[in-house]
């Protein structure tokens, strides 16, 4: 019925069948961008959020969101995460946090989804350790910066400025 891998041939929803895939290093990395106000931006910048270090706490949930990826989102396979790395990139003249993270996996299937939940839930967690001072926090530009391995090969996001580290 379709050319979509997860359907299939009588419409219905399927996980995709990896078994018969070569185990390969596979690599991704997602941002997400984080706007506030000039005053939150400091208060995160100066460690003067009364719930704590926002970036280390933000660090710990897209870290754990990346490992739990597959819990998440339907017919994602569940990946054997070797690492993840996320950094934040502060920029004081627009009062933003650009968050980008990295996954890797020695799988049969890619990191994509990984990178892409770790970064938002990140981003997510720094606007929850601070809605209490900022409710328009905003949470943008969500989206895959570059990723490596598998069949497909390599892929680099260009021309979004948004992705040049600060």
Same mark, same amino acid.
């Given at each position: 019925m379709s050319t979509f891998s997860h359907i299939d041939e009588k419409g219905s929803v399927k996980m995709v069948d990896?078994?018969?895939?070569?185990?390969?290093? *596979?690599?991704?990395? +997602?941002?997400?961008?984080?706007?506030? *106000?000039?005053?939150?931006?400091? *208060?995160?910048?100066?460690?003067?959020?009364?719930k704590g270090n926002v970036l280390e706490t933000a660090r710990v949930a897209g870290i754990m969101a990346a490992k739990r990826t597959a819990e998440l989102i339907p017919l994602c396979h569940p990946l054997n995460v070797t690492h993840v790395q996320i950094d934040f990139f502060p920029e004081p003249k627009t009062h933003t946090i650009r968050v980008e993270a990295t996954v890797r996996v020695k799988d049969q299937t890619g990191v994509e989804m990984e990178a892409l939940t770790a970064a938002s839930i990140a981003a997510l967690?720094?606007?929850?350790?601070?809605?209490?001072?900022? *409710?328009?926090?905003?949470?943008?530009?969500?989206?895959?910066? +570059?990723?490596?391995g598998g069949k497909s090969g390599t892929y680099k996001r260009t021309g979004c400025p948004d992705t040049q580290k600060s």
């Open positions: 990896v078994t018969s895939k070569p185990a390969t290093v *596979r690599i991704a990395a +997602a941002q997400a961008v984080v706007c506030m *106000r000039a005053d939150t931006f400091d *208060r995160i910048r100066d460690q003067k959020v009364m967690t720094i606007y929850d350790m601070c809605k209490s001072y900022d *409710r328009e926090i905003t949470i943008s530009n969500v989206c895959l910066l +570059a990723k490596s």
